[in-house]
């Protein structure tokens, strides 16, 4: 699910609107609050909030992990018990990542949750269909019993979305340029998601118990053939054979297409190289 441009969201417009606040939500609905500041220089911002009885702050967030998760975001913090998380749109095409900033107040015997969409400065998206975002979100989290036991079922929730079909080069560069932003966040972006990459065989070498295989990246922007932006180095791409694909690894040839289909294992910043691990070629 996308908020920019928002297209995603229109099919389940009709869905989204005949929503209702949950029995134990109270006062104006979701789509009341919602509010739209800012402007496309400077960024604009939605904001949406619900009360909720009978609901805890760590519960309230809890919930909303697992909500946010099913939507296809992804979850870079969460600190459940201080009433906060960091969400993030995940990039799509050529439209970039944003934040989503969740918060809970603790109220008379209730919760007061928002929702806040940071959008960057140059970034547009429309209204109503942000309001149906946010909404159909935080319409989501229950009170009582039935939000403890959806809180207990989102502990450790990740966007299940996937995989990502991408090129090895455009998948380097677009981890480095999440590098130079900040680094610390990538680990929590990338936990759970496979992908697919696409790219030539650098060599294989044995890594372990498995056979890890690299793909062929230049290590910075001055060796692209086309030169663009400011310097930067390259992400190197690494994906460990799953296990009974040794064979597959010990065929591959320096220079080879390949295509493998992976899961985010680790990443180390000072070495610019991310690993993906149980990978296999696609059929």
Same mark, same amino acid.
């Given at each position: 699910?996308?908020?920019?441009?928002?297209?995603?969201?229109?099919?389940?417009?009709?869905?989204?609107?005949?929503?209702?606040?949950?029995?134990?939500?109270?006062?104006?609905?979701?789509?009341?609050?919602?509010?739209?500041?800012?402007?496309?220089?400077?960024?604009?911002?939605?904001?949406?909030?619900?009360?909720?009885?009978?609901?805890?702050?760590?519960?309230?967030?809890?919930?909303?992990?697992?909500?946010?998760?099913?939507?296809?975001?992804?979850?870079?913090?969460?600190?459940?018990?201080d009433?906060?998380?960091?969400?993030?749109?995940?990039?799509?095409?050529?439209?970039r990542?944003?934040?989503? $900033? !969740?918060? @809970?107040?603790?109220? =008379?015997? *209730?919760?007061?949750?928002?929702?806040?969409?940071?959008?960057? +400065?140059?970034? &547009?998206?429309?209204?109503?269909?942000a309001?149906?975002?946010?909404?159909?979100?935080?319409?989501?989290?229950?009170?009582?019993?039935?939000? $403890? !036991?959806? @809180?207990?079922?989102? =502990?450790? *929730?990740?966007?299940?979305?996937?995989?990502?079909?991408?090129? +090895?080069?455009? &998948?380097?560069?677009?981890?480095?340029?999440?590098?130079?932003?900040?680094?610390?966040?990538?680990?929590?972006?990338?936990?759970?998601?496979?992908?697919?990459?696409?790219?030539?065989?650098?060599?294989?070498?044995?890594?372990?118990?498995?056979?890890?295989?690299?793909?062929?990246?230049?290590?910075?922007?001055?060796?692209?053939?086309?030169?663009?932006?400011?310097?930067?180095?390259?992400?190197?791409?690494?994906?460990?054979?799953?296990?009974?694909?040794?064979?597959?690894?010990?065929?591959?040839?320096?220079?080879?297409g390949?295509?493998?289909?992976?899961q985010?294992?680790?990443?180390?910043?000072?070495?610019?190289?991310?690993?993906?691990?149980?990978?296999r070629?696609?059929?």
């Open positions: 699910m996308t908020l920019s441009p928002l297209k995603r969201v229109a099919p389940l417009a009709a869905a989204v609107v005949a929503l209702v606040l949950p029995s134990a939500a109270r006062g104006a609905t979701c789509e009341d609050s919602f509010e739209q500041k800012g402007n496309p220089i400077s960024g604009i911002r939605f904001h949406a909030e619900v009360t909720v009885d009978a609901l805890s702050v760590p519960v309230a967030i809890r919930q909303l992990r697992g909500i946010a998760a099913t939507r296809g975001y992804d979850i870079l913090s969460e600190e459940a018990d009433g906060s998380m960091l969400l993030e749109q995940p990039r799509s095409g050529s439209a990542p944003f934040p989503i $900033i !969740a918060t @809970a107040l603790a109220e =008379q015997a *209730a919760a007061r949750v928002k929702l806040e969409a940071k959008l960057p +400065a140059g970034m &547009l998206a429309g209204a109503g269909g309001r149906n975002e946010l909404c159909a979100m935080l319409n989501a989290v229950k009170g009582g019993p039935e939000g $403890i !036991a959806a @809180a207990e079922r989102s =502990q450790g *929730a990740v966007s299940s979305a996937g995989p990502v079909v991408i090129d +090895a080069l455009v &998948l380097s560069q677009q981890i480095s340029q999440e590098a130079d932003t900040n680094a610390a966040s990538i680990p929590t972006r990338y936990q759970g998601k496979t992908f697919t990459i696409k790219g030539r065989v650098a060599h294989v070498a044995k890594d372990g118990g498995a056979y890890r295989i690299d793909y062929d990246i230049p290590r910075s922007t001055n060796d692209l053939v086309l030169k663009f932006g400011k310097f930067r180095f390259l992400t190197q791409i690494s994906c460990l054979a799953a296990k009974g694909q040794g064979a597959y690894a010990l065929s591959l040839r320096n220079g080879q390949i295509q493998l289909t992976g985010y294992k680790d990443y180390d910043p000072p070495r610019h190289v991310m690993w993906f691990e149980g990978c070629p696609v059929d």
